[in-house]
């Protein structure tokens, strides 16, 4: 196996990792600024209001996005498995 071909391969994985994570990530941002916002004008500091809306908004995105995440990452794997001979020889 070829440094360039292991570089490919961790190139490939990294932008699968981004893809994946970017919905949950993204969307757990949001609602995480909003509530920021919204205890900032109103003067509350309960710590959990702070943790479950965004555990919520990131097991709403695993649901909305699951088909895709899946469909992404069993393409990744799908090539891996294709491309493995290359990897070994």
């Not at 809306?53 to 069993?74: E, H, N, Q, S």
Request: hydrophobic letters at 60%; zero cysteines.
């Amino acid at each position: 196996m070829s440094g360039d071909l292991v570089i490919q391969l961790a190139q490939e994985a990294l932008m699968t990792v981004l893809l994946v994570s970017a919905p949950m990530l993204g969307l757990g941002l949001m609602v995480g600024l909003a509530v920021s916002v919204f205890q900032a004008t109103t003067s509350i500091q309960e710590q959990t209001l702070a943790f479950i809306p965004k555990i919520v908004a990131v097991f709403v995105a695993i649901l909305i996005f699951g088909p895709w995440m899946l469909r992404i990452m069993v393409g990744f794997v799908t090539n891996v498995f294709v491309n493995l001979p290359h990897y070994i020889g």
